[in-house]
């Protein structure tokens, strides 16, 4: 297959100055007529992209021109040395039979697209890049029974009813696009419908459309907006543009949600809720997709990239504008530490295996497999530096001269950068290395403390482990010292150290390193410090600083920096696990410490802390972060390790547990709140240990009986399941009854059961692929079952015999044949098969392979398998 290059990019050919689309809607047959005025920019032919598209007629300037075109697998030329000229291409294509949802497909019955990356190329014939913007003019005719609502980008100009049943649309965006925001919605949905007055006077209407049985459960989504749409007018001074906003929930779509202008399209995953169906997280999911996809009508559709290789300049950038609406609407301190979370067990590893890529790829095969956790995630840490470096304000008057520069333009990162330097005066191109190095840099850490010149000197040294010719980041380190108290120092940092030291506080400094060795040094150091590094987890780097667990206790219970507080608890929790792994494989005795034991009571304890901080602090680190601190991961010794730490905390701390549990608990009715959110994380934690313990099973399933809310019945299910506690079948023949029909809490269901690590594993997933409610058409289904069971069940998908991979293997080749986009995302654990043992590795491999040795592979999961087998 063809690779793409950065380096190849050439400006285009043409101009589409406007674009009028017609769709006359058939399930089986939708005609698609697409007349663009184009002007000629460079000499040559013309082309334009075009897949799986039968071709009816071509005209130009009303000459019919179809027979001199030439037709080929991904696009169609015709030879012209006209100017500026009409061209008028009629389609054919098919909504009903594309399963892989990308172009125009049917969901539940209704009308749908999806066009990002490179999905418009299957609707007409287009220059299917994001630099061609162009002003969009659709109509929608269709069946008036079948399709109640007729819907597109832009603002309604004319509708009415035609012979035959039939009735139409017309929408007109005025405002230039590329055409992977069109899109096109048309089915018998039902809307709720508010109002958003913006800051400078206009009220826009605001309508969500969902299937006409899900109509009670969006008023958290529309909530949501219209709290998105406030928060950017007062954050970042930025106000909607046309008159309307629609969102439409659909049950089968390969991502998240698409911010198509002014009529973004979700997964329905990320709008519908109410608290009997849908947990705090789900909850939060959709309050931050919806924030996400709104936030992208600047980021992203007023300013877009100008080739798919600057993708991490609209997400990188919208993910921290989401990010920090989140925090602002919950609690910054929550948030921060489940981004980093999130973070080092996803991105980290795709970071250290065969896809690792910079957050600017610099080729790809399928640009859909770049859609990653490096251009979002890793990208939104790389927008989070520049805010770091330059404080709230400065990043705010670069945010105002990237708009004032580029408003209607596709530009890139460097772009971007420029703004950020321009607009502070700074010299902002060593960020650059940011951009165009893959891999997580090491910060290693060393300290000295000279008690007679009473200094401290801290010595720094990055490295990125895979890279040679490794150019220096600039990193931002933040940091402050304690004293044996838990007291915090205040930092007087030497003379010449006054512009690399930022002081944002007495206690509190910004390191700023540039330099691949630098060193820090403090004066009026008292006593020996212990330090507090890498505060907010200022840049996205492995830290590597050797403390004492002593050292680590202090920090969890006494620093100012939640993070830090977090991560040291965090580390503790690490060590003694990594401990009774390596216990295991000797014949020595090894028992929980008591430092840990009696930091997390003090944790517990302490009723001044935020219960959702002690609550993120006191839950076991997860298998997959534990894993990857192994150069090779021994998975059942991990599992044991896990069990055995978590059962001795919930020996060790039972009454306080119990008290916790208590003291968390709260009848009154659900909101979704910070004050109600985190208790319900901390009551759960309390009860996930007290699961352990025999005489506490029933205070589990009484739980799950009371089915108070969503978020509190599947944690006790979550414990049932994974304890094996004997009224688990019971309650999961209850669940499955009492929700039979809605398919995002029938997603749980499923994933619940994927997840849960014990012999049988396997052979449950098995059985579920064979349930009636499990489908390989929906992307929702298959991640609940197939995506759940390879990426967090490891002991079922690592079976030593091989029979997990198999059974994956099996599967993904199924659903290559659907939707390779999501086939290409279920191969992601195959991906790290070297950090295995010998067997396991030859079985992964051997997986990997036959899935590719196939004559009909796709290039989504050609790409991804044979990168990782290379
Ligand atoms: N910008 C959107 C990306 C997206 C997408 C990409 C490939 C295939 C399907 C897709 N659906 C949505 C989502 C976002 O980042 O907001
Ligand atoms: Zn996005």
């Not at 080092?344 to 080729?363: L, V």
């Not at 490096?374 to 709230?392: I, Q, S």
């Not at 191969?827 to 036959?850: I, N, S």
Request: proline share 3%; glycine share 6%.
């Amino acid at each position: 297959p063809k690779v793409n290059y950065l380096k190849d990019y050439q400006t285009p050919a043409f101009t589409v100055d406007s674009v009028f689309l017609e769709f006359l809607l058939q399930p089986e047959a939708t005609q698609v007529t697409n007349r663009m005025q184009i002007g000629r920019l460079r000499a040559g032919d013309l082309w334009l992209d075009g897949e799986s598209l039968d071709l009816l007629s071509v005209h130009l300037d009303g000459e019919d021109v179809t027979s001199q075109c030439r037709v080929e697998e991904t696009g169609l030329s015709l030879s012209t040395d006209k100017e500026q000229f009409e061209l008028e291409i009629v389609t054919r294509i098919n909504p009903e039979k594309n399963t892989a949802l990308e172009g125009l497909y049917r969901t539940s019955g209704n009308y749908c697209t999806q066009c990002e990356a490179e999905g418009f190329r299957k609707i007409t014939y287009f220059f299917d890049r994001p630099d061609v913007l162009s002003v969009f003019t659709t109509k929608v005719v269709a069946d008036k029974s079948q399709n109640r609502y007729l819907l597109a980008n832009g603002n309604l100009t004319e509708s009415g009813d035609l012979p035959n049943g039939q009735h139409y649309a017309v929408w007109q965006d005025p405002f230039k696009k590329p055409c992977y925001l069109f899109a096109l919605v048309a089915g018998n949905l039902e809307k709720i419908s508010d109002t958003f007055r913006t800051q400078d006077g206009r009220d826009v209407a605001l309508e969500i459309y969902v299937e006409p049985r899900n109509i009670d459960k969006c008023e958290h989504a529309m909530e949501s907006l219209k709290r998105s749409m406030a928060w950017d007018e007062s954050r970042f001074g930025l106000i909607y543009d046309l008159d309307i906003y629609m969102i439409v929930a659909v049950d089968d779509f390969n991502m998240g949600a698409m911010e198509n202008k002014g009529l973004n399209v979700f997964n329905s995953k990320f709008v519908l809720a109410k608290p009997e169906s849908a947990t705090d997280v789900d909850y939060e999911g959709i309050e931050a997709v919806i924030g996400h996809e709104y936030f992208h009508n600047w980021t992203g559709n007023r300013v877009t990239c100008r080739d798919w290789f600057q993708l991490t300049l609209k997400e990188g950038l919208t993910v921290f504008r989401d990010q920090e609406f989140t925090a602002d609407m919950l609690s910054p301190a929550v948030k921060r530490i489940e981004d980093v979370k999130r973070l080092r067990s996803n991105q980290f590893p795709e970071d250290a295996g065969p896809m690792s890529h910079p957050i600017q790829p610099q080729s790809y095969i399928e640009m859909n497999n770049f859609y990653t956790m490096t251009v979002y995630e890793k990208g939104a840490e790389v927008v989070r530096l520049y805010h770091t470096l330059l404080g709230e304000g400065g990043f705010r008057k670069g945010m105002d001269l990237y708009f004032e520069r580029h408003d209607g333009q596709a530009v890139t990162v460097q772009d971007f950068r420029n703004a950020m330097a321009d607009a502070n005066g700074v010299d902002l191109q060593q960020m650059h290395n940011w951009y165009v190095q893959s891999g997580t840099p090491v910060l290693k850490i060393e300290s000295e403390y000279d008690a007679q010149m009473q200094t401290l000197t801290v010595n720094c040294e990055q490295s990125l482990p895979e890279t040679e010719d490794f150019k220096p980041l600039l990193i931002p380190i933040g940091f402050g010292m304690l004293n044996s108290e838990g007291h915090s120092l205040q930092l007087q940092p030497i003379e010449s150290h006054l512009q690399t030291v930022e002081l944002r506080s007495e206690t509190n400094a910004v390191l700023k390193m540039t330099k691949a060795q630098q060193q820090f040094v403090f004066n009026g150091v008292q006593t020996q410090p212990i330090l507090s590094l890498l505060r907010g987890f200022s840049a996205p780097v492995k830290l590597s600083y050797d403390y004492s667990d002593q050292e680590l206790a202090l920090l969890a219970s006494a620093d100012e920096d939640s993070f830090v507080r977090w991560e040291a608890m965090q580390t503790l929790l690490l060590r003694t696990v990594q401990a009774k792994v390596a216990a295991l494989k000797s014949v020595e005795e090894y028992a929980v410490p008591q430092l840990l034991v009696d930091t997390a009571e003090k944790l517990l304890l302490d009723h001044s802390l935020d219960p959702a901080l002690v609550a993120m602090s006191l839950t076991l680190p997860e298998l997959g972060y534990i894993g990857e601190q192994y150069r090779e991961v021994d998975v059942d010794a991990i599992h044991q390790a896990h069990n055995w730490l978590k059962n001795g905390l919930a020996q060790a701390l039972q009454d306080e547990w119990r008290n916790t549990y208590l003291r968390m608990q709260d009848d009154s009715e659900y909101r979704y709140d910070k004050r109600q959110i985190a208790e319900r994380m901390l009551k759960n934690v309390a009860l996930a240990y007290l699961g352990c313990l025999a005489q506490h099973q029933e205070r589990v399933f009484e739980q799950y009986r009371a089915q108070h809310n969503m978020t509190d019945v599947l944690a006790a299910m979550k414990i049932m399941l994974h304890q094996g506690h004997s009224q688990t079948d019971q309650a999961l023949q209850d669940f499955y009854q009492r929700w039979r029909g809605d398919n995002l809490v029938i997603d749980k269901w499923f994933a619940m059961q994927a997840e849960t690590q014990n012999e049988t594993a396997l052979e449950k997933a098995q059985s579920l692929l064979s349930h009636p409610d499990f489908s390989l058409t929906n992307p929702n289904r298959v991640r609940s079952l197939l995506g759940v069971f390879a990426r967090l069940n490891l002991v079922g998908f690592h079976r030593a015999d091989g029979a997990g991979y198999q059974m994956v293997a099996e599967q993904i080749i199924k659903v290559d044949e659907l939707n390779p986009q999501i086939a290409a995302r279920l191969l992601g654990p195959f991906t790290h098969w070297k950090r295995y043992d010998a067997e396991r590795q030859k079985l992964m491999r051997a997986a990997l392979q036959r899935i590719l040795d196939r004559d009909n592979v796709s290039k989504d999961v050609y790409e991804i398998a044979s990168k990782s087998l290379a």
